[in-house]
DNA sequence: TCCATATTTCAATAATAGTCGAAATATTGA
DNA sequence: TCAATATTTCGACTATTATTGAAATATGGA
């Protein structure tokens, strides 16, 4: 991934609306949720969310599936791992970094960069 | 610090300038670079330089330090590990995500969420 | 077909962010 | 103190993005 396509990505979640919509997508897993939920979990008016939702679509971050009337979207975990893949490339030159506890199992994990450590 | 707010962090990430000086702070390591030397390696004017230096410190995702007559900017490591693990928290409902191969050994490990795995 | 519901498009407006020359400030070495 | 260099601030301008009501489009069920 390059610079450009991953400051488009940022970009697109560095939006109070969108990472809310993108991270209850993350949450809830592949099987998705429809726009209307969304729109009424986060109290956002259609249009706004129709907006909101073409922009993450459009960079890649979620996808919709057309389910009779409604639009299904889920996350791109595939996408989201890109990108954090670009963020923390070549990072701290061998350096201890990201050395922070986190919540989910795999995140606890990712305590050294570039140490050569499982 | 305080408490992350993760969508102006993104945001501060989402300009292709910020990143690129953000990206070479993280490839830096602790040691860092000073203003002048990011300006001139990506073809910033000091003006500008400075707007997004200033952004990118006043979100706390880098920091400088008075060396002399320069200012020595460094990527604050925690910020961001903050801010991945805000991302992949509590995702996709214990299926397996984020499935790309990726650079540094630490992401390599960051195969699985949430399947109670080491 | 006709109606109710889901979503998008349109259009006008409001708000925010980015650019960078020039002037100001700071620091150091001569 | 003076000149050179590093960085920030100011200010004016440009460009982009966000918001949302209302109208349009699409779908499925009665």
Do not use: W
Request: charged share 25%; hydrophobic share 40%.
């Amino acid at each position: 991934m390059e610079t450009l396509n991953a400051a488009e990505l940022l970009a697109a979640l560095g939006h109070e609306s969108r990472l809310s919509v993108f991270r209850l997508l993350v949450e809830a897993g592949p099987e998705g949720i429809v726009a209307s939920a969304i729109g009424e979990k986060l109290g956002l008016p259609p249009a706004t969310l129709s907006f909101h939702l073409a922009h993450l679509s459009r960079v890649g971050l979620i996808r919709g599936r057309k389910e009779s009337r409604f639009i299904r979207y889920c996350a791109e975990y595939a996408t989201m791992d890109e990108l954090i893949a670009f963020l923390t490339r070549n990072c701290c030159q061998g350096e201890a970094c990201l050395p922070k506890t986190a919540t989910c199992d795999t995140i606890a994990k990712r305590r050294k960069c570039g140490d050569g450590n499982p």
